[in-house]
T-cell receptor, first 113, second 114 residues
Framework: GNSVTQMEGPVTLSEEAFLTINCTYT??????LFWYVQYPGEGLQLLLKATKADDKGSNKGFEATYRKETTSFHLEKGSVQVSDSAVYFC????????????FGDGTTLTVKP | ETGVTQTPRHLVMGMTNKKSLKCEQHLGHNAMYWYKQSAKKPLELMFVYSLEERVENNSVPSRFSPECPNSSHLFLHLHTLQPEDSALYLC?????????????FGEGSRLTVL
C-alpha cells in the first residue's frame, strides 16, 4: 500500500536559517503530492502541491519538487521566520485510492528569534 | 478561513454523555471526511462520504456514528466514549472522493473525555 515517510522532528532553527524537511513516498503509479501546514490551535491547510513528476510547488517562500526517480518531495525554505513555527505534513493522494490521502507523521518546526 | 467550519471548537464530556460534532462546508464540494488527530500518533482517517453516501468506514468503533444529511453538512455523533477517545477531530472536504486534489480542513473540535 501507499506510505509517506518524513523527517522526524522536532526541528529547531534560528530565524533566517535554511529549512529542509525530507519526505519520501511509496506508491504505485503517479500520485499527487502535497505539503500541509498546521499552525497551533488550527486545522491543516494546504501549503503547496505538485501533481506530476518534475513539477515544483511553491507558496510563501516554501518550495518542493516532485522527484519520481528518488520518490521524494522535500520541503525547503531559504530563510525561515518565527511565524513559520508549525507542524508540517507531507501527503499523497491517488485517484485509484478514492478518499484516502496518505499522510506522514508530521514534523514540528520551531523557529527562534 | 478555509470554507470548512466545525463546531464546537472544544468539548468536554463524561463517558456516559451523548454529544455531536458538526461540520459545514461552503465550497460546493461533494466529498467530506472525518479524521482523528491524537498526540504523538499519525493522522487517522475515520469516515469518508461522497454525495452523502458513506464510502469508507475505517474500522471505527460503533460509539462513533457519522451522519451526512446533505453534501454540505457532516456530523459525528458520540456516545459512551472512552478517555482514549480524547483527541482533535478534524473535518475535511474535497471536490470529489476520487481525491486527486487537495483536502480543505476545518479548525477541528478538541474533545476531552473524562
Amino acid at each position: 500500500g501507499n506510505s509517506v515517510t518524513q523527517m522526524e522532528g522536532p526541528v529547531t532553527l534560528s530565524e533566517e536559517a535554511f529549512l529542509t524537511i525530507n519526505c519520501t513516498y511509496t506508491a504505485t503509479g503517479y500520485p499527487s503530492l502535497f505539503w500541509y501546514v498546521q499552525y497551533p490551535g488550527e486545522g491543516l491547510q494546504l501549503l503547496l502541491k505538485a501533481t506530476k513528476a518534475d513539477d515544483k510547488g511553491s507558496n510563501k517562500g516554501f518550495e518542493a519538487t516532485y522527484r519520481k526517480e528518488t520518490t521524494s518531495f522535500h520541503l525547503e525554505k531559504g530563510s525561515v521566520q518565527v511565524s513559520d513555527s508549525a507542524v508540517y505534513f507531507c501527503a499523497l493522494s491517488q485517484s485509484t485510492n478514492a478518499g484516502k490521502s496518505t499522510f506522514g507523521d508530521g514534523t514540528t518546526l520551531t523557529v527562534k528569534p | 478561513e478555509t470554507g470548512v467550519t466545525q463546531t464546537p471548537r472544544h468539548l468536554v464530556m463524561g463517558m456516559t454523555n451523548k454529544k455531536s460534532l458538526k461540520c459545514e462546508q461552503h465550497l460546493g464540494h461533494n466529498a467530506m471526511y472525518w479524521y482523528k488527530q491524537s498526540a504523538k500518533k499519525p493522522l487517522e482517517l475515520m469516515f469518508v462520504y461522497s454525495l452523502e453516501e458513506r464510502v469508507e468506514n475505517n474500522s471505527v468503533p460503533s460509539r462513533f456514528s457519522p451522519e451526512c444529511p446533505n453534501s454540505s453538512h457532516l456530523f459525528l455523533h458520540l456516545h459512551t466514549l472512552q478517555p482514549e477517545d480524547s483527541a482533535l477531530y478534524l473535518c475535511a472536504s474535497s471536490q470529489d472522493n476520487r481525491n486527486t486534489g487537495e483536502l480543505f480542513f476545518g479548525e477541528g473540535s478538541r474533545l476531552t473525555v473524562l
